[in-house]
């Protein structure tokens, strides 16, 4: 009986319709969260547009780009650090081979309070590249290139895949961003971050001056712009800083610091006048970034140490900190154009500066990679000591730096004159040396030049297109070579009825 007893249908209740179950609507998948993309490359965003585009990388490219925010400033602002990991087990644009070999990807446990990246250990650890920019607030040129390579390694991670498979990036494009906000709204010359000092009424410390590395010797001076603050890391953005630097010191392979607006490749020291044990691989290091910039649209940078090119010592950079105290292989600063340019370049530029600095700042990338068996930091000796400070001297360019023991140096058995190929011999003439300068001016007026005889205009001169791969132009500017400096054909162009001005000026921007 019960086996032949048929289910009853089940009546629907009145004034409703019985839907079939093929009818239902499927279960909606969860949607994805879509963060509009501000527009990098052509614009100074402002800290919030800077920490949107960050997280509009991590979302979109998950599998090989992470956020951290590494503290908070003195107004509430997020220090925040971009992590690009392309070979890790999680990415699911590598090779089943690739992917196997990989190291897995970093689980954050439930309990850690820990916002940085994880700390390889073994044999092949250190290559990491490190970028930080924005530490001076009215560097805004900084920030943009700092954010310019985070748009090559990432939106146009397929024409940058050679590094990208060799090395982990970790980028803070802004350091300072209650300094920058300011220099954005208030004053534009602003260098300072905006804490405020107890029982004065100046505001701010030069973040560049308050790393513990013979901090004694800098500026005490309040008012100054190059104030070294209390204590070393009595500021929120350079604790934020040491506490990234030293968890990952380990790791790190090379350190590049980003300013404006000197032209320049600089390496260590910046509070001596010594030339550091490795200083030729850092020589050969800058001048690899001084090659590709100078291979891409003509503009020449120059090269040697800090304490050389600037002609006065710093003591308390981060660039001094992470080589000196984390013995890092290698640490640079550049210096980017120009002076005629200023901190703020044209937002026309903006896109130019940005992208003939990624193909320098690749390059060195690159030739770090090869250095990397070369230089073995354990074997070093102690650190040279200081420069003799001068309390209460005058003031360098722009009021940035007070005056030092301009005693000179002598140079090292073996390593010729202090400040690599940039060093001037004592015999050569006035008239000779005026001739080997070149103006800063002149050179940005070569770069437009040939920018503007070209069919596309100027925004021809853009990531992955070298000058020799866009179309010939009928006629081109007049160049010479300058003898016995290896440094090939460069453009020769004057100002009218003006002499060029000398490329050496002095570097009250870094410092």
Request: glycine share 8%; with cysteine; hydrophobic share 30%.
């Amino acid at each position: 009986m019960l086996a032949t007893k048929s289910k009853r249908a089940v009546k629907p209740s009145k004034g409703k319709t019985a839907v079939p179950p093929q009818w239902e609507a499927p279960i909606a998948p969860p949607r994805r969260v879509i963060i509009p993309r501000p527009d990098v490359l052509h614009n100074y965003l402002d800290h919030k547009q800077i920490c949107q585009y960050m997280d509009y990388l991590t979302n979109r490219y998950p599998h090989f780009v992470r956020t951290y925010t590494l503290g908070l400033t003195h107004e509430r602002r997020e220090v925040r650090a971009l992590e690009i990991n392309w070979m890790n087990s999680a990415n699911v644009e590598l090779s089943p081979q690739l992917r196997q070999h990989s190291p897995p990807p970093v689980e954050m446990l439930q309990n850690s309070k820990t916002p940085y990246p994880v700390v390889v250990k073994g044999d092949q650890c250190r290559n990491t590249i490190f970028i930080e920019a924005g530490t001076h607030a009215r560097e805004w040129i900084g920030v943009t290139t700092a954010l310019n390579c985070i748009y090559q390694l990432t939106e146009r991670h397929t024409r940058n895949i050679e590094v990208l498979r060799k090395l982990r990036f970790i980028v803070v494009p802004l350091v300072n961003p209650d300094g920058y906000e300011y220099s954005r709204t208030k004053n534009p010359n602003w260098r300072k971050n905006r804490r405020p000092h107890k029982s004065t009424k100046f505001v701010g410390t030069d973040c560049n001056r308050n790393y513990d590395i013979y901090w004694n010797s800098g500026s005490s001076k309040v008012n100054r712009n190059t104030y070294k603050g209390e204590r070393p890391f009595s500021e929120p953005e350079t604790r934020a800083m040491r506490n990234m630097l030293d968890r990952l010191g380990p790791n790190l392979l090379f350190f590049l610091s980003l300013h404006s607006y000197g032209q320049s490749i600089m390496y260590p020291w910046g509070y001596s006048r010594d030339q550091p044990l490795f200083w030729r691989e850092l020589n050969s290091l800058a001048n690899s970034g001084k090659c590709a910039i100078k291979s891409y649209n003509g503009r020449e940078y120059r090269i040697g140490s800090i304490s050389c090119l600037t002609k006065r010592t710093i003591a308390g950079s981060v660039v001094d900190y992470v080589y000196g105290v984390l013995r890092v292989p290698m640490a640079l600063v550049m210096e980017l154009p120009s002076r005629d340019l200023g901190f703020q370049p044209p937002v026309e530029m903006v896109s130019q500066i940005g992208h003939e600095s990624w193909y320098g700042i690749r390059e060195m990338c690159k030739r770090a990679y090869d250095l990397r068996h070369q230089i073995k930091r354990e074997t070093e000796p102690s650190l040279p000591a200081p420069a003799r400070y001068q309390a209460g001297a005058g003031d360098g360019a722009e009021g940035e730096a007070a005056t030092i023991d301009t005693k000179p140096v002598p140079a090292k058995e073996g390593q010729g004159t202090a400040g690599g190929d940039n060093a001037e011999k004592k015999t050569t003439p006035k008239k000779t040396k005026k001739r080997m300068k070149r103006s800063v001016r002149a050179q940005h007026e070569a770069i437009v030049k040939l920018q503007k005889k070209t069919t596309g205009g100027p925004g021809l001169l853009r990531a992955g297109l070298y000058p020799r791969q866009m179309p010939k132009v009928a006629s081109a500017p007049p160049v010479r070579t300058r003898g016995g400096h290896g440094d090939g054909p460069i453009p020769l162009l004057t100002s009218r009825s003006k002499p060029p001005a000398s490329s050496r000026m002095p570097l009250g921007v870094f410092l």
